[in-house]
């Protein structure tokens, strides 16, 4: 078994092992990487070969800590690889260690979509090094738990119908009350999609990116057919907007904005069916609706609770993941890092909320 860098020529390759992989995410493309380069990131694409043929990938991000000569590695949604396979695991696993000491890097994070009921996967990450983070919210960097949509072998009928019957009166609801779903959006309509953002993110109290991220992101995913957006309207006023992904057979609602008009009229049930479809015509296996609270009964203490009732109306699976795990490969700097990153973290809250 051989563990190496990719070439230039092996990009699509590289891709294509990650799209068709079972959990594979577009956060795991060579694409993402490119994007996250542009704001700092260094990207290290690695590949695990046997016999000629791909066996594993690994999209690692390096980020430099100023002025320590140290670093930090991160996967996001982890490698793509039978993580049932203890010997493919320890390869893989020793070979991003090797590359991770020659940049001085105080740890590895990973945060895999590995369901929690598969402990045997688990345990060849902990075999390896890799600890438990426990999470709080959305539960880390990327969601812990998630909403999908299982649509293999279902039709737009058989799907309509399983949704809750308040959900299904919600959708006709809203084109009755002539609101309209702009799925052939532009390049051109990413501004309006970021001021309902931007509105969104102020309501709520979240952190929100500069508009030059979201061009750059579609700038590189949207030429590969790898983002799509949605917009709702009334009267030729945008409601509510989506960034979808697409990525091999799965569609993943990543982000939803809205302002805070004509809510009355349920365009965000009009738009989600509309996603759905589109990831229906795209034949992909499941929609994934992404980040949940990990409370799966609905509590209306639990500020997430009302993302949760929503999305379960759509009567998606509730999925866990197995969360963030590190291997800590500095022990004083990892220690450092843990200690005092949460503290930024809550800072930057706060200063959103103000």
């Known amino acids: 078994m051989i563990f190496r860098e990719i070439t230039s020529e092996e990009i699509d390759k590289f891709n294509d092992f990650t799209a068709h992989y079972d959990w594979g995410d577009l956060l795991q493309s060579y694409e993402w990487g490119e994007l996250k380069a542009k704001s ?14 791909i066996v594993a990938t690994a999209s690692i991000l390096k980020k430099s800590i100023p002025k320590v000569n140290k670093c930090i590695f991160y996967i996001p949604r982890g490698f793509t690889c039978d993580t049932h396979n203890a010997e493919l695991v320890k390869g893989l696993v020793d070979y991003i260690k090797s590359i991770a000491k020659k940049h001085n890097a105080i740890l590895i994070k990973i945060d895999p979509p590995i369901p929690i009921e598969d402990t045997e996967s688990l345990k060849n990450l902990r075999n390896n090094g890799f600890i438990p983070i426990k999470g709080d919210g959305f539960g880390g960097i990327q969601p812990k738990c998630v909403m999908q949509l299982d649509l293999e072998g279902r039709s737009e009928e058989e ?27 532009t390049k051109e309509d990413l ?3 970021y001021e309902l953002l931007k509105e969104t993110c102020k309501r709520d109290g979240f952190l929100v990116r500069n508009y030059d991220y979201f061009e750059a ?11 799509k ?8 006023q945008p409601l509510t907007g989506s960034l979808c992904y697409l990525w091999g057979d799965k569609a993943m609602y990543t ?3 809205s302002n805070n008009e004509h809510r009355n009229f349920m365009p965000n049930h009009g738009m989600q069916w509309e996603m759905i479809k589109w990831a229906k015509t795209e034949r992909c296996k499941w929609y994934d609706f992404r980040g949940v609270s990990p409370k799966k009964e609905i509590d209306e203490n639990d500020h997430l609770s009302g993302l949760n009732k929503f999305k379960q109306g759509f009567n998606p699976r509730f999925v866990e993941y197995i969360g963030e795990l590190d291997i800590p490969l500095n022990t004083f700097w990892y220690n450092l890092w843990v200690k005092y990153l949460p503290k930024i973290r809550a800072i930057l809250k706060k200063r959103a909320k103000g």
């Open 40 to 53: 700092g990131w260094k990207p290290i694409r690695i590949i695990g070969e046997d016999q000629g043929k």
């Open 255 to 257: 982000y939803g904005a």
């Open 159 to 185: 799907l309509l119908a399983s949704f809750h019957q308040k959900w299904r009166y919600n959708i006709r609801l809203s084109a009755k009350k002539g609101v309209t779903v702009k799925t052939d959006c």
């Open 229 to 236: 957006m949605f917009l709702t309207y009334y009267e030729d």
């Open 191 to 193: 501004p309006i999609f």
């Open 217 to 227: 992101m579609w700038d590189i995913l949207e030429p590969k057919g790898y983002i």
